[in-house]
């Protein structure tokens, strides 16, 4: 299925230095694993609709809602500006654009 030579010239592609042991290890696990990729190729899955999971999963979320802080004025008060109701915050825009 796959030959140490293979092996040889992906790990150069990869710019992977491996020792002839090496080689030799990675020929066994990737001819396993190419194996059994061949196993599953074999199953028919004609009748299975396409998934991204293999069981349902679903974000737990709350309601974005509006929850004002009490002390408004007080943090308005701590910044190092404000304009009216609101923080001033430096230009971050290039003034080119």
Avoid: C, W
Wanted: hydrophobic share 35%.
């Amino acid at each position: 299925m796959i030959d140490r030579e293979q092996v040889h010239k992906v790990a150069l592609l990869a710019r992977l230095e491996l020792t002839a042991q090496e080689e030799e290890k990675f020929t066994t696990q990737l001819g396993s694993i190419l194996e059994y990729v061949e196993q599953l190729n074999e199953v028919d899955v004609s009748d299975v609709l396409p998934t991204t999971r293999a069981i349902d999963v679903s974000n737990v979320t709350r309601k974005d809602e509006l929850q004002p802080y009490p002390e408004r004025e007080a943090i308005l008060n701590s910044a190092p500006e404000q304009e009216g109701e609101f923080f001033k915050v430096p230009k971050i825009l290039n003034s080119n654009e």
